[in-house]
């Protein structure tokens, strides 16, 4: 974890959903759980959030940076943000929840695009990549 913790400190692009949203968070809010996280967004998160398995769903997410319609979100057992600090930008809410964040080269959604073919989402963190290779970056 260290190595990790220590390339994503020093602005490797990353992109977490779901349970990857809650291993970029720098603090998960259940003091129980134990579980250890990369970190890298100034947030708090709480795991499923959303609620168990079967309370996953499906809703329309207006996203910031992603252009045209909304983004179909596949949330299952999502987590979502309850704070962020002042570095964090969010970029989506859902029913006042936050669900959407980047931090500098870290991005993260608490739903998952990757189950609905729209790669709208994972062309804004290549975008993101593609920045920080661009050269003086």
Known sequence: MDPLRTRV?????????????????????DPRSGQETIGGIDMIVRRNAFGRQNESFEAAVDVRGVEGDPVEGVFIRAPWVESVGAETEVLAEH???????????????????ELTGDHRV??????MVRANLAPGS
């Open 122 to 127: 994972h062309s804004l963190f290549v975008d």
């Open 95 to 113: 029913e006042g929840h936050i669900v959407a964040v980047r931090q500098g080269n870290a991005l993260a959604t608490s739903f998952h695009p």
């Open 9 to 29: 400190r020093a602005g490797m692009p990353v992109y977490g959903t779901c349970a990857g949203l809650i291993m970029l968070a720098d603090k998960i809010l």
